[in-house]
């Protein structure tokens, strides 16, 4: 699609007032209290948006909207854990931190067990929030790449450059500045989204009628109180596990962390988590909403069957565009009944047709799962070669649906079929957002709504980059090395590592691949090593006997069994948290308890 000159206008004068805005602002920046502790002057509002831009990526807008399409309101329970999260971090970690005038988390490990538990730690940081900040540059790039015709190394690079231009010349302050600016384009652009998406619905389908419509869909059911480890989100698995997350993302991740203990004093600190923890579950469910009213303008209108462009026409040239035509004719069909029962629901709630609307969406789901599967035969002629005799294989075996050759064949064949939904070319839950804002909005609100996916992919990126520049400084360069290094030195080094750690971002985003869901992928990446971190914090707070040989040994044994738990799918990722935290604190007490080193 080509972007009209005032989307592009609106788009470009966003982007360049922040990056303009944040170099102009933090151009004094001489010492290290102010390059990276903001100069302890950060406000408590501007502490709570800092805090909640960081964790508001691109894939925040892209990738949740898309759940909410695919799979409704449900994952908003991932974010329940927070506010009590936010509850202990206030009374336990803040506290300690200023009292100790720490820079970084894990000057404090040091303090409490040793050097080599500190470096740990913090290595441990970097390595996932290195992967995690290619992916925030990767997010919006590949999509954008794809809807907007533009080569996706350019987009990489360009989205990494600007944000290397503020983060290296002003540092946390810089962050933090832009980061308000960042949050107000957001609102400004998903209030304006909905808005539109509402005007956009038919007239005679009222507000009430569009959730009704969506909640005959299977789209309105929030509360999971099951206790279902298959399933990813409940209100236990956010409650529990979300909180273990929440307490490691919050509590011990330098690029949370360094958005906090830039604040004036112990109450700004603690107020600008506490307004976070008010408002990101609101802020998620109104961002699930976004998706939800998507979803019901498409029950008006014609849907693609995938929304990746480029692998629909890959399908329709291929020997399965026959195949493929065909299911969008069915599509086309079931589209014109669930139309005619949406407009009879909003004038009659009958649970007859709730029933059936809920029928049609479930064969609409498989129409949509076939329509990857084609896809994905007609790009990968390795998995359709596969395919094929796993499926002649099966049939032979038919004859005898109890034999374990059979069930196992059946099971291969099953989840052979199922990696065609979770393909590159394949997975579209991520696109779904980003074509209805090219297709469906007015010009201007286009460039807005862009400017918002690249202003959260900036805001997080910066925070990344910055905090694995300052742990890359401090905890690393700074305590290994001998000497005495001054404020002015310190500020210089620290500038190269920001800018390092920026073309690093930007060489793993060039190298990055997609995943079933981009949300997912990085609370994923979190999870794996989320969970040990915060045992190793615990262990310091509370487990006064323990030692730091313990806790080392304990913490690489922990880390390698979540990592095969992880590649072996043990468990859902986000109990993760919880099991990882527990695990390590367990077998740190039982090293402690056979040893007899005192450190």
Known sequence: MVLSWIDWTVLAATLLTIVGYGTWVTRNNKTAQDYIKGGNTT???????????????????????????????????????????????????????????????YEFLENRFDLKTRSLTAILFLIQRGLAAGITIFAPAIILSIVLGINIVYLNIIIGFLVIIYTVSGGTKAVTVTQKQQMFVIFAGMLAALFITLQLIPNEISFSDALEIAGANGRMEILDFSFDLENRYTVWSGLIGGTFLALSYFGTDQSQVQRYLSGSNVKNMQMGLIFNGLLKVPMQFFILLCGIMVFVFYQFNPSPLNFIDASTQTVLVSEYGDDYRSLQEKQNILFNKKKDLSLLLAKNDSPELIQEISALDSIEKTYRLKSKFLIKKAVDKEYTSEYNTLESEVASLKSS???????????????????????????????????????????????LLLAVILSAAMSSTASE????????????????????????????????????????????ACFANLAENLIQLVNIIGSIF????????????FFKRIKGNAVFVGALITQ????????FNWMPYLWLNLFGCVLVILITNLIQGYTKNTD
């Not at 695919?70 to 931190?97: D, R």
């Not at 109890?402 to 393909?423: M, R």
């Not at 839950?429 to 609100?445: A, E, K, S, T, W």
């Not at 390698?560 to 590649?567: L, M, S």
């Open 530 to 541: 989320y969970g040990n971190v915060l045992g190793i914090f615990l262990l310091a707070f």
């Open 401 to 447: 649906p109890k034999s374990e050759d059979y069930i196992a064949k059946s099971h291969e064949l099953k989840t052979l079929y199922a990696s065609a939904a979770k393909d590159t070319r394949t997975n579209d839950r991520d696109y779904m957002f980003i074509r209805f804002i090219l297709n469906q909005l007015p010009v201007g609100l286009i460039g």
């Open 560 to 567: 390698i069994i979540i990592i095969a738990g992880w590649w």
């Open 465 to 508: 980059i910055n905090a694995l520049a300052t742990i890359t400084s401090i905890d690393l360069y700074g305590r290994n090395l001998k000497g005495k290094k001054d404020d002015a030195a310190m500020v210089r080094v620290t500038k190269w590592f920001t800018l390092a750690w920026g073309i690093v971002a930007i060489i793993i």
């Open 43 to 105: 406000r408590w509002w501007t502490i709570g948006l800092s805090v909640m831009a960081t964790q508001a990526s691109a894939i925040t807008f892209l990738s949740t909207t898309g759940q909410a399409f695919s799979e409704g309101m449900g994952f908003v329970q991932f974010y329940f854990g927070l506010p009590i999260a936010m509850v202990i971090i206030c009374l336990v970690f803040i506290p300690l931190y200023h009292r100790l005038k720490v820079y970084t988390a």
